[in-house]
DNA sequence: ATGTTGTATCGACGGACATCAATGCAACCC
DNA sequence: GGGTTGCATTGATGTCCGTCGATACAACAT
């Protein structure tokens, strides 16, 4: 059912580390391409609504019948949309008799969120902070 | 030359407030269809590249005619992908003599970051204490 | 076994997008 | 002025993507 999700998550620890993140380093082609892949990804307002609704769920889990009927959309167009949001690695799913639940993958967000923050303590001698007088 | 950006930045502290963020409430359709247009910005490997390069320039800003040799594309492909970023409200850029200049927003940035950090101290008292379904 | 319901996959279609060559425009230089 | 360089815009083309109906598959009910 899942097997060639995107590696992009944790485990290589020596390609890009842990958090250098975009911001401060030029990204190599390599990396670009993979990170492009979430962010298509995160691309449609469907698939960000989906996202959103099964990662605020309180269980931690939400069945695709709950999901479904809360879009103008086809059935088929939504399961479209879950598979690439479980390509991209920002969820994964579970068969539970009839019906398959979908949940939040934390470690995929959290790490987009570290790429996407700039280093805290930057000397930042430039144009921004040139009118603060206080 | 710019007047036509999103308005996702901050500004509008009503409709979104500051820090709500994907993860802990579902998305309405308007936030998402706002959100995606920016994501769907950072979904391509040489956007990402581009901003990258731009966002880690040690002085903030970067000349086209330093982008433009650094990939195997046309002149006007990068100038495509640029004007892209910067419709999302990721860069900006000016016109100085001869030369144009490109910059990050982190505003945007920032908020993408926060939007995709879910909170820190949640009680989580997850799937094993809602077991009282009927 | 047969039927029913929930979900995924397939094939097709229309619109969106990445790319290019050609061209336009702005600023410099002679 | 005319020529040159840097960058943006235009128009065309091939590919990707979101959507659907039809269909297949899985689990349950009878």
């Not at 390599?30 to 469907?46: H, I, R, S, T, Y």
């Not at 809360?70 to 009839?98: N, V, W, Y």
């Not at 398959?100 to 280093?119: F, G, H, K, N, Q």
């Amino acid at each position: 059912m899942s097997n060639q999700e995107l590696v992009v998550l944790g485990r290589n620890d020596e390609t890009d580390a842990c958090c250098p993140g975009l911001l401060t380093a030029p990204l190599d082609e390599d990396q670009a391409v993979e990170l492009a892949k979430v962010f298509k990804a995160l691309g449609d307002p469907v698939r960000l609504r989906l996202l959103s609704m099964i990662a605020s769920r309180a269980g931690g889990e939400v069945c695709v019948c709950d999901l479904t009927p809360a879009f103008d959309l086809s059935q088929p167009t939504i399961s479209h949309h879950l598979k690439l949001l479980r390509q991209a690695g920002l969820i994964d799913c579970e068969r539970r008799g009839t019906w398959v639940y979908y949940w939040l993958l934390p470690e995929m967000t959290d790490r987009l969120a570290s790429i996407l923050t700039r280093p805290a303590a930057e000397p930042l001698p430039d144009r921004a902070a040139t009118a603060t007088a206080s």
